[in-house]
């Protein structure tokens, strides 16, 4: 069973910038596809991005994509979210997530239920 603690959250002005990561333990982060969700207050759960497990796949959410980028080094055990030009509607929690995936190494999901094992979150707050 593989833990994920988030950091890298914090305040920040609209447009600017944070990096998320995503640290692994536990298992082996290769054989996981890997996802990022966010939460804001009274909202459901929604998908942000997420990336195969060879990382040669990645996925976004319409309302991210050209700003955000996921990444990740195995080697590390850590998986990463840049998100640049922030809005102040995407204050949130932002959950790292894993997908089981040792057959698919090029399968990215973007559906909750999909993924298997979810980190605490890290709060993003992105002020006007």
């Known amino acids: 069973q593989v833990q994920l603690v988030e950091s890298g959250g914090g305040l920040v002005q609209a447009g600017g910038s944070l990096r998320l990561s995503c640290a692994a333990s536990g298992g082996t982060l290769g054989s996981y596809a890997m996802g990022w969700f966010r939460q804001a207050p009274g909202k459901e759960r929604e998908f942000v991005a997420a990336i195969s497990r060879s990382g040669g796949r990645s996925n976004y959410a319409d309302s991210v994509k050209g700003r955000f980028t996921i990444s990740r080094d195995n080697a590390k055990n850590t998986v990463y979210l840049q998100m640049n030009s922030l809005k102040p509607e995407e204050t949130a929690i932002y959950y790292c997530?894993?997908?089981?995936?040792?057959?698919?190494?090029?399968?990215?999901?973007?559906?909750?239920?999909?993924?298997?094992?979810w980190g605490q979150g890290t709060q993003v707050t992105v002020s006007s």
């Open positions: 997530a894993a997908d089981y995936r040792p057959y698919s190494p090029s399968y990215v999901g973007q559906e909750r239920l999909e993924y298997d094992f």
